[in-house]
């Protein structure tokens, strides 16, 4: 019988993160100081990122070993487990082998714990007492309240105001583990302030979120900023997915052809690719890699490569990356997480050089995916990962149109139990 559900045993959970700017074939273009114009120079983050976190970021080290107090919540979830969607395959009739991994195992329900604990765990190691962030959907706040708990700090969320009326549950899930959350833009910021005067009615976005969340780190003494996506160090512990799935695959010997992640800020693609991407670049394979991202925030498929802040007050440092401009406010769709203007700087360097391809795609076909996976492999999918569910099935059916026995590996990076409004929208025929 072929394998469905291919596991590792905790001893088997690799220990380091992969770099991929060690093996980029061109550098990245540098974070630029808003002032100046001029490469930022390290301490000037320091009032907003813990130390460690911002060596990552520049690191110049291949693999960087896992701490073993972050190993150890890790194993809480981890390894997580590499389906092969046998029933899935049947229903569209396709030779293509599809393989997916599955990173809503963790108790917050997506990937984003991988970096929340890392990123708690450094900051707790230089004596932060308090974290500030932004959430979109809300599971970028649950990491990081949930991580915040493990290592004893306060954890102050600023929710995007559609999301914080839409899916309450993930506010209260946060406020179990101890957060703080208040709607963004909110009274208790002086930009959320403004913003509430010129537009009483905005939805919100991740953006302006992300603004007072800085203002906020940077106005009090005992606290950083943490950043769930987009930047370098958020990629780098994300790839210990990918590293899984290598071992994984490698027990049923097998490969995959075709990668497919859904794409916010790029984290969970980055996470399930780099170390795949990382052979790729040394010539040991063709795989080609899919980011798919929502029409309505068509950030690598429609906007443009340079340099743009990363949040709407203009106080992050500029990054090169594909952007719909940093005013950009997308609708209020479903898959809140994909909801940013801006994507990682590698990401987009990677899809600027060729090494990943972008595609997009509207609501409703996504939720059709979303279903029909529901309905052969059983996991109800976040929203965000019905992106890649949609582009997996494509691929598959174009390998039924060729005859191609490809074997694709798709992130399911999280389940959708705080998004069951989203799929009765869906059923009544109410998404846009
Ligand atoms: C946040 C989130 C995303 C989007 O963020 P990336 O950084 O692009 O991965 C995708 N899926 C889920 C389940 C998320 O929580």
Redesign the pocket.
């Known amino acids: 019988m072929e394998q469905t559900k291919i596991i590792l045993d905790e001893n088997e959970m690799p220990k380091q993160w992969y770099n991929v700017l060690t093996d980029l074939p061109t550098p990245l273009d540098p974070p630029l100081d808003p002032r100046t114009k001029e490469p930022l120079s390290p301490a000037t983050l320091e009032p907003i990122f813990a130390k460690a976190l911002i060596r990552q970021e520049m690191s110049d080290e291949r693999y960087i070993d896992i701490p073993e107090e972050i190993l150890d919540i890790y194993r809480l979830w981890r390894p997580s487990p590499l389906y092969r969607a046998h029933r899935l395959e049947k229903l569209l009739k396709t030779p293509a082998k599809i393989y997916y991994k599955y990173?809503g195992v963790s108790p917050a329900g997506?990937?984003?714990t991988n970096t929340s604990t890392a990123q708690a765990y450094y900051n707790m190691k230089e004596g932060t007492e308090r974290i500030t962030t932004e959430t979109?959907?809300g599971?970028?706040g649950s990491a990081l309240s949930l991580a915040c708990n493990y290592f004893g700090l306060e954890c102050k969320v600023y929710m995007v105001r559609s999301s914080f009326y839409q899916k309450p549950y993930r506010k209260s899930m946060m406020t179990v583990w101890g957060a703080n959350v208040v709607p963004s833009p909110s009274p208790e910021t002086e930009f959320g302030r403004k913003i509430l005067e010129e537009q009483p009615d905005t939805p919100g976005s991740l953006g302006i979120a992300i603004s007072e969340a800085v203002e906020d780190a940077v106005a009090h003494d005992n606290t950083k900023y943490s950043l769930?996506?987009?930047l370098n160090h958020?990629m780098l512990h994300q790839t210990i997915i990918g590293a899984e799935c290598k071992r994984q695959l490698e027990k049923v010997e097998d490969y995959p052809d075709i990668i497919i992640?859904?794409?916010?800020?790029?984290?969970?693609?980055a996470g399930i690719s780099f170390e795949f991407i990382k052979d790729r670049i040394a010539g040991k394979n063709n795989v080609r890699v899919i980011a798919v991202e929502p029409s309505s925030c068509p950030t690598l498929t429609k906007g443009e490569y340079r340099y743009d802040f990363g949040d709407s007050a203009e106080m992050t440092p500029l990054l090169k990356m594909y952007t719909l401009g940093h005013q950009h406010v997308p609708p209020a769709i479903h898959a809140g997480?994909?909801r940013y203007h801006g994507d990682s700087p590698i990401i987009s360097k990677l899809c600027a050089d060729g090494f990943i391809e972008a595609v997009s795609y509207d609501q409703n076909p996504v939720f059709d995916a979303a279903v029909q996976f529901a309905r052969t492999e059983a996991i109800i999918p976040?929203p965000?990962?019905a992106h890649a569910i949609r582009c997996a099935i494509d691929e598959a059916l174009k390998c039924k149109q060729t005859g191609e026995e490809k074997t694709i590996l798709f992130n399911l990076?999280?389940h959708g139990h705080f998004d069951m409004s989203s799929y009765d929208m869906y059923f009544n025929k109410e998404l846009a």
């Open positions: 990173e997506s990937h984003k979109g959907a599971q970028w769930g996506s987009v958020v992640g859904c794409c916010g800020g790029g984290s969970n693609l997480g994909l976040a965000e990962s990076s999280g």
